[in-house]
C-alpha cells in the first residue's frame, strides 16, 4: 500500500523540517536522547525475554519430576462399620410386646 512512500525526496524534506524545527545545535543532543532510549528499550525486552524463560523452565521442572516419579501408595484408613439400631417406638402408645 506504501510501497515507495517514503523515498530520498520525502527523507530530504522531513530531515529539512527537522532541522528547523529543533536547529542544528540540538539535534545531536535529540538524537544522543533517542539512542539512549532505544538502547534502554532493547535492555527491558531482554530482561523480559529471561524471565519468561526462567519462569518457563521453573514450571517444567516440577512437571518434569512428576512424570519421572511414580505416585506414592495411598492407604485408606480403616473403617469400621457401625451397628444399625432398630428404629425407636413411638412412646405413649399401645404397642404389643414382640414375641
Known amino acids: 500500500m506504501l ?6 525526496p520525502h527523507l530530504l524534506i522531513i530531515l529539512a523540517v527537522v532541522l528547523l524545527l529543533f536547529g542544528a545545535a540540538k539535534l ?9 532510549s ?5 535492555g ?3 530482561a523480559m525475554k529471561e524471565d519468561d524463560a526462567t519462569a518457563a523452565q521453573s514450571v517444567e521442572a516440577p512437571r518434569a ?8 501408595a495411598t492407604t ?5 462399620a457401625t451397628p444399625v439400631s432398630a428404629p425407636a417406638e413411638p412412646s405413649g402408645g399401645t404397642a404389643e410386646p414382640k414375641p
Open 3 to 8: 510501497g515507495n512512500a517514503f523515498g530520498w
Open 28 to 36: 545531536p543532543a535529540l538524537a544522543k536522547s533517542m539512542g539512549q
Open 65 to 72: 519430576q512428576a512424570i519421572d516419579t511414580p505416585p506414592a
Open 76 to 80: 485408606a484408613p480403616p473403617t469400621t
Open 38 to 42: 532505544a538502547r534502554v528499550f532493547k
Open 44 to 46: 527491558e525486552m531482554k
